[in-house]
């Protein structure tokens, strides 16, 4: 089954945004084993539109659409496809209810341009939008399928996953992929470790992907038996992390946070934080998973001096002698942190995260990471690169890591 | 004149890769007045390539190709274009030398796969590549053309910088636009504040963009006099400000953390944190911020109603009548921060943002935010959805949206 998207919206096409909508339907298509042939970007056109509309649904089996169906006036992807499927707009009063009712239980009266929303093209169906205004439509043409959806992220992803993916299932031919995400190891490094290639792609089709966080090794296998296929990626995955296992902390779409809390709630442990370069990224991150309070405390952000001092009782001789930036302080915050709250765990971070404030001695990048546990006090010195947010991403993670580490001493 | 980008490559059909090369193309692009109208992603298929440069050159002036010309044997562009515009492919020695001589100087040795990118299509004009191996292309059909160019983010941009935008410099028209960012405001009321939208669209086209952060209102003026076109957005601009001024916070690229963070630095005052259910992020975005030190001192993530009493001293009378999330706590919280920090201003937040841990009364979504000056202290309740990374963007995004209203009346 070839399925295209078009991506519709001006702000594509001048570049204010970057069209990530139809990256993460590809993502997710393709994994449904549905391929994803074309991506084209129109702007709010209506010649353009109806012209993308005409080609895609000659050369492709189905056809997505995303943006321009918001309320206001430069939204007109509805109108557009209403007028390109041949179908009359009616007035669906069950529609504007739905929507009036969603307002008040937000306390909020809903506003008249919203009244739009309620008039749904006769020969469409409709795809519930259970966190926005306008409803997703599906019309059919010469037996072939096209798909209307928001271009608002959350809203196109809940419906994609709650009403549109559930009607690809077994649709498509047998993909199966595995993304083995590991922390700690460049590129180049990640590669050469895994020895000759061909070990693996025996298997599976090997891509390596380097990000901020570290590499994603994904591997891919195509075929029509599933069983197969399976046993293929597993034995491909196998090989890899008998190369790079050490430094693997998840599969998939998991992020470390997420290995991390798992494993914090299998060990029934506590965490407590002191960030100082980091800013709150640290705790940000280990409260983004829901349930956190069961194994996140509590955290500071103690940026200056004077609330390294106060909040974390660090002696002013280690901030004098060995400065904010020193694994003497670092040790001091994380041992703090775990005594002031009571937690299993003390993480700390005091770093340069720049671009600037390095001098040649301590420059920017550089990082102490503090652990501290009921039997031992260390920090781990770490030296990155010139970003701001890169440098935060990157130290947290390394923080992260750290704690896993230690975690994970205690199942094995 | 009309613009058509390609991209090609099957990593960004199968959702692996961003196409972050067409949105900075078409940033640039339409920054020198060439008018951007598809941007057509298609795989490594010779067929679906050729398809989409006979329907680029049929539909659009100039067409750009991004990817597929390197060394490796998935690369097919060079191939298939020199097919397409029926061009021989012939050997040429002097490229060979040239990039023997790059590598040499860089004290390698070239590989023997490279040798394949002396072959060039002999009707096409050569792009100088100074970071790479493959030349850029540049055929013409029918007086129009078509420019072939690499994949590699930084060989696309560096080649696009030196040889291709000075091309177009003088053949667009002018475009001029300004995108003016709100908060606090959903799509369907900014849109009614401003009224009639002819008044605003007699000077410049006018686009709303909802986002979690708040909506993006973009005013674009198109034109051949730049000074007129310059006048005319500045007149819708003012229109706009005058209907939603108090909403806005920022221009184009400016995050409202920045617009915070320039306001603190200009008025000389601190803020201090002390969060809950944002778990982090308010203290992280306001340490996003290089300088950040000048006006932010601390902040404490107290998650746990202990840390609340223990950190903060917030009095458990409070706690138990009222509850964590309530607020009397919010406005206890953003006090204590105040008092214990010395601080000018204490920003609190605590609410609850899910996924779970709701109730009728005190529903996911939920928040309350607390703010001390040294006039007075106040809170906000606001109920937001079900999301939780969601929630605690919009929870800071009210929060800094409440802070700059505290320093805006420093500077009024």
């Known amino acids: 089954m070839n399925l295209e998207i078009i991506s519709i919206g001006d702000e594509l096409l001048i570049g204010q945004t970057v069209n990530t909508n139809a990256t993460w339907l590809a993502k997710h298509l393709t994994s449904l084993g549905v391929e994803v042939k074309w991506i084209t970007t129109v702007g709010d056109d209506a010649d353009d539109i109806k012209s993308a509309l005409a080609t895609a649904l000659q050369r492709s089996d189905v056809v997505i659409t995303t943006g321009g169906i918001g309320p206001t006036h430069d939204d007109i992807t509805k109108n557009v496809a209403a007028d390109f499927f041949e179908s009359e707009l009616i007035f669906k009063a069950e529609i504007l209810e739905q929507l009036k009712r969603r307002f008040e239980k937000r306390g909020r009266k809903m506003s008249v341009t919203n009244e739009d929303q309620a008039w749904i093209p006769e020969k469409a169906q409709l795809?519930?939008?259970?966190?926005?205004?306008?409803a997703g439509l599906i019309f059919e043409k010469d037996g072939k399928k096209c798909f209307i959806l928001p271009g608002v992220p959350s809203e196109m992803k809940m419906m994609s996953e709650k009403t549109l993916f559930p009607m690809f299932k077994g649709q498509g031919q047998?993909?199966?992929?595995?993304?083995?995400?590991?922390?700690?190891?460049?590129?180049?490094?990640?590669?050469?470790?895994?020895?000759?290639?061909?070990?693996?792609?025996?298997?599976?089709?090997?891509?390596?992907?380097?990000?901020?966080?570290?590499?994603?090794?994904?591997?891919?296998?195509k075929g029509t038996d599933e069983t197969e296929c399976r046993k293929k990626l597993e034995q491909g995955v196998n090989i890899v992390l008998a190369s790079v296992g050490k430094y693997v902390y998840g599969y998939?779409?998991?992020?470390?946070?997420?290995?991390?809390?798992?494993?914090?709630?299998?060990?029934?442990?506590?965490v407590a934080v002191a960030e100082s370069c980091t800013g709150g990224l640290l705790a940000n991150k280990l409260t983004n998973i829901s349930g956190s309070s069961e194994y996140f405390e509590r955290g500071v952000v103690t940026y200056s001096n004077q609330s390294k001092i106060e909040i974390l009782g660090i002696p002013e001789e280690i901030l004098e002698k060995h400065g904010a930036v020193s694994l003497e302080t670092a040790e001091a915050m994380a041992e703090a942190a775990r005594k002031i709250s009571g937690a299993d765990f003390g993480i700390s971070t005091t770093g340069i995260a720049g671009p600037t404030g390095g001098t040649e001695e301590k420059p920017v990048g550089l990082v102490y990471i503090g652990v501290s546990t009921?039997?031992?006090?260390?920090?781990?010195?770490?030296?990155f690169f010139k970003e701001r947010l890169e440098n935060k991403d990157r130290f947290v993670q390394a923080a992260l890591s750290l704690l896993k580490g230690e975690l994970i001493k205690l199942i094995a």
């Open 252 to 270: 998939d779409d998991e992020e470390l946070e997420e290995a991390v809390a798992k494993l914090l709630i299998k060990t029934h442990k506590t």
């Open 374 to 383: 009921a039997k031992e006090i260390y920090s781990k010195r770490l030296l």
């Open 174 to 221: 047998t993909i199966v992929q595995k993304t083995i995400r590991t922390t700690g190891l460049p590129e180049s490094t990640a590669f050469e470790k895994l020895g000759d290639i061909k070990r693996v792609e025996q298997f599976a089709k090997v891509a390596f992907l380097p990000k901020t966080s570290g590499v994603d090794i994904r591997l891919t296998v």
């Open 127 to 134: 795809i519930d939008n259970p966190i926005g205004t306008a």
